[in-house]
């Protein structure tokens, strides 16, 4: 699976839009880009995963970047409860196996 | 009721104690999957299974064992206990025909003294 890289904190207004970017230069062709949400030692929640195009749904959009190297996760309207380590992970779908996680981005937003 | 069940959720044992950490799901998902967490950092895959049949060991499965007992449960042990396997420990379920999107059990607190 590919590494991917991702700040360590970022901090967000309540209410304002939550953006948090991930590189994943070596990505393969058919390495899909996941993201992943741990609220404060819960068990990890996906949010939304893509291949190549914009994906959106009910808790965020995913922009991934032409050349696929890079992606950004948007939160369009933060609140308190986003508050949680965002993880970035790129793997094959069809691997059915493990996520890699990295140590991800710990997102606060601020009242 | 959850779909993703473990337990214990917290428990404290001594250096050199077997324990086993029980996961129960009722997603009806094949596959199933132990990861450990460290204070401040991702998960790491200790054992993963497709199905009942099926056991791989993850990265780091050293002093752990695994039993897949039914689709719907599968147990991880610490057949001798030590100090540096206090950590948090989550359960994932997966479906690969739903994108192997992965959930997740509320986590056991492990501390071994």
């Known amino acids: 699976d590919a590494k991917t890289t991702q700040p360590p904190s970022m901090d967000c207004a309540e209410g304002r839009a939550a953006n948090l970017p991930c590189n994943h230069s070596?990505?393969?062709?058919?390495?899909?880009v996941y993201w992943y949400r741990q609220i404060h030692s819960q068990g990890p929640q996906y949010i939304i995963h893509?291949?190549?195009n914009n994906e959106t749904n009910e808790m965020a959009s995913l922009i991934i970047t032409e050349d696929r190297k890079s992606s950004t996760l948007i939160l369009p309207h933060a609140t308190l409860r986003d508050t949680a380590v965002y993880y970035c992970?790129?793997?094959?779908?069809?691997?059915?196996?493990?996520?890699?996680f990295g140590e991800g981005t710990q997102l606060t937003v601020n009242p | 009721d959850a779909d993703v069940t473990q337990t214990p959720r917290n428990r404290i044992t001594k250096t050199g104690k077997r324990i086993m950490l029980e996961c129960s799901q009722t997603?009806?998902?094949?596959?199933m999957y132990w990861y450990r967490q460290d204070p401040g950092l991702g998960l790491r895959l200790i054992y993963y299974?497709?199905?009942?049949?099926?056991?791989n060991k993850g990265e780091i499965s050293d002093g752990y064992s695994v039993s897949r007992q039914a689709q719907a449960k599968f147990s991880l042990s610490l057949e001798s206990a030590i100090p540096n396997q206090t950590a948090l420990y989550f359960c994932?379920?997966?479906?690969?025909?739903?994108?192997?999107?992965?959930?997740f059990g509320p986590g056991t607190r492990l501390t071994v003294l």
């Open positions: 992970i790129v793997r094959v779908v069809s691997s059915g196996s493990r996520l890699t």
């Open positions: 997603k009806g998902h094949d596959r």
């Open positions: 070596t990505i393969s062709g058919n390495e899909y």
């Open positions: 994932a379920t997966s479906d690969p025909i739903l994108n192997n999107e992965q959930f």
């Open positions: 299974s497709f199905d009942v049949k099926d056991i």
């Open positions: 893509g291949l190549k």
